[in-house]
C-alpha cells in the first residue's frame, strides 16, 4: 500500500511570496499524483492532477512537478485566497487511493 | 454546473446503521464513477469506497468491508453509503465526490459534506 508523506506540516508565508509544498511517495507513482486544496468548513478541490496538469478553472500561478516519488506544489505570488490546507494523492493503481496527511498554508 | 448535494449524517450509537444519500445535477450521473471519502475531525481525507457508473462494479476501504454497502440509483442521480455497525472510528464529516472521464482515481467535484457521529 502507498504511504504519502507532506512536507512541511505548516508553512507560513506572506502574500506575493512563492510557496513550494512537497509529497514524497513510499513507491514510484509517476506520474498519478494529485493536489486538493481545503479551505475551513469546505469540501476539498482539485487543483493538480498527474503531477502537471491544472484541473479546469484552476489559476496558472498553481504549477505541479516532480517525477517517480517526489513531487512539489508550487504557489507562485501567494493571493490571500490561497492560505488553506494543501493534500497530495496517488490514483493509482487501485483503491485504496492514498492522501497525504497535509500542509497547513498560513499566512 | 456540476451540484451534489448531500443529506443524512448525525449521531447514531456504536451498533447502529446510518445511510447518506448524494445527489447530483449538472452532469451524466451513470457516466461517472462516484466515491465517498471521509475525514475525521481535524485530521486528513480518506477514501472510503467507490461504484462504477453502471453500478456492477465497487470496492471499499478494508476497514469498512462487510459494515459499508455503496449503491446508486442512476433514474433518481443518486448515491448512497448505507453504513452499518458502525464504531467511534467511522466519525467523520462524510463527502461524496465524483470521479473523472480522464483520469480514474481523481476527485473532480465533492458534495458538501455530511457529519456523522458514533457516540453513546
Known amino acids: 500500500e502507498i504511504v504519502l508523506t507532506q512536507s512541511p506540516a505548516t508553512l507560513s508565508l506572506s502574500p506575493g511570496e512563492r510557496a513550494t509544498l512537497s509529497c514524497r511517495a513510499s513507491?514510484?507513482?509517476?506520474?498519478?499524483l494529485a493536489w486538493y486544496q481545503q479551505k475551513p468548513g469546505q469540501p476539498p478541490r482539485l487543483l493538480i492532477y498527474?503531477?502537471?496538469n491544472r484541473a479546469t478553472g484552476i489559476p496558472a500561478r498553481f504549477s505541479g512537478s516532480g517525477s517517480q516519488t517526489d513531487f512539489t506544489l508550487t504557489i507562485s505570488g501567494l493571493e490571500p485566497e490561497d492560505f488553506a490546507v494543501y493534500y497530495c494523492q496517488c490514483r493509482h493503481p487501485w483503491p485504496p487511493y492514498a492522501f497525504g496527511q497535509g500542509t497547513k498554508l498560513e499566512i | 454546473e456540476v451540484q451534489l448535494v448531500q443529506s443524512g449524517g448525525g449521531l447514531v450509537r456504536p451498533g447502529g446503521s446510518l445511510r447518506l444519500s448524494c445527489t447530483a445535477s449538472?452532469?451524466?450521473?451513470?457516466?461517472?464513477?462516484m466515491n465517498w471519502v471521509r475525514q475525521a475531525p481535524g485530521k486528513g481525507l480518506e477514501w472510503v469506497a467507490n461504484l462504477e457508473g453502471n453500478g456492477n462494479e465497487k470496492k471499499y476501504l478494508d476497514s469498512v468491508k462487510g459494515r459499508f454497502t455503496i449503491s446508486r440509483d442512476n433514474a433518481k442521480n443518486s448515491l448512497y453509503l448505507q453504513m452499518g455497525s458502525l464504531r467511534g472510528e467511522d466519525t467523520a464529516v462524510y463527502y461524496c465526490a465524483r470521479g473523472s472521464l480522464i483520469a480514474a482515481g481523481l476527485f473532480e467535484n465533492w458534495g458538501q459534506g455530511a457529519l456523522v457521529i458514533v457516540s453513546s
Open positions: 449538472g452532469f451524466t450521473f451513470g457516466t461517472y464513477w
Open positions: 513507491q514510484s507513482i509517476s506520474p498519478y
Open positions: 498527474d503531477t502537471s
